[in-house]
């Protein structure tokens, strides 16, 4: 699911993330994300309310995503996280490249 928002120059994306971020789904996301960059979406936010494993391949993309989006002047920001997931994106620090929340 996404919703697009128009704010100042760059458009704002909220996808809704419905399966684990793990290699076997990673494929297939890292194809509509790059189609919501090819659309002009430079701040991207991934609502992972339905999200309960995240593996490194998920970690990789998620990772790729950001430089992606900063390369052009955007922001990736990740919202509705799970605790055990908020818990290992900090203990690899990924908060302090881009804003994650619960």
């Known amino acids: ?16 993330v ?4 793990v290699a076997s789904s990673a494929t297939g996301l890292r194809a509509k994300m790059k189609d919501l960059m090819n659309r002009g979406v430079a701040e991207m936010v991934l609502d992972l309310s339905k999200v309960r494993m995240v593996d490194s391949a ?6 790729s995503a950001h430089n992606s ?3 052009v002047g955007g922001s990736l920001e990740i919202t509705n996280v799970c605790p055990e997931i908020l818990e290992l994106f ?13």
């Open 18 to 21: 419905e399966e684990d971020i």
């Open 58 to 63: 998920g970690i990789g993309l998620l990772i």
């Open 69 to 71: 989006l900063k390369k």
């Open 1 to 16: 699911m996404a919703e697009s928002t128009q704010t100042g120059i760059a458009l704002r994306e909220v996808f809704r």
């Open 90 to 102: 900090r203990s690899m620090r990924m908060h302090r490249h881009f804003k994650i929340s619960d």
